[in-house]
């Protein structure tokens, strides 16, 4: 099993960027599939995830309006849409899936714990 993420660089402010997570070996269809981030000096934090194949999309807070997840379910592939992107955006992001998918979308955002498989992650720097 093996998580490919990619689309993370440098955008200045305002900006926008799509981050992309391919599953090999593994199907996300129909399985709890998100996004985390870890900020310089701080711990990984959740930003958007769908908790089961049915599920709505669940967003951190500080995200809501800006980020977008979706998923390719044909291509067995996650995007993470990331507009209007603050310099506190700035991190390395992972693509996570596997686990229990009858877990609420809010409280996987708090344990990613559950999750069973991980990204390498991809930077991401917003600065001007």
């Known amino acids: 099993v093996q998580l490919q993420a990619s689309g993370g660089g440098l955008v200045q402010p305002g900006g926008f960027l799509r981050l992309s997570c391919t599953a090999s070996?593994?199907?996300?269809?129909?399985?709890?599939v998100g996004w985390f981030h870890r900020a310089p000096g701080k711990e990984r934090e959740g930003v958007s995830l769908?908790?089961?194949?049915?599920?709505?999309?669940v967003y951190a807070d500080s995200v809501k309006g800006r980020f977008f997840i979706s998923r390719d379910n044909t291509n067995n592939v996650v995007y993470l849409q990331m507009n209007d992107l603050k310099p506190e955006d700035t991190a390395v992001y992972y693509c996570?899936?596997?686990?229990?998918?009858?877990?609420?979308?809010?409280?996987?955002?708090?344990?990613?714990?559950?999750?069973?498989?991980w990204g390498q992650g991809t930077l991401v720097t917003v600065s001007s």
């Open positions: 070996g593994f199907t996300l269809r129909d399985t709890p």
């Open positions: 769908f908790s089961s194949g049915k599920a709505e999309a």
């Open positions: 996570s899936a596997g686990g229990p998918d009858y877990y609420p979308g809010r409280y996987l955002l708090q344990n990613a714990g559950y999750f069973s498989f």
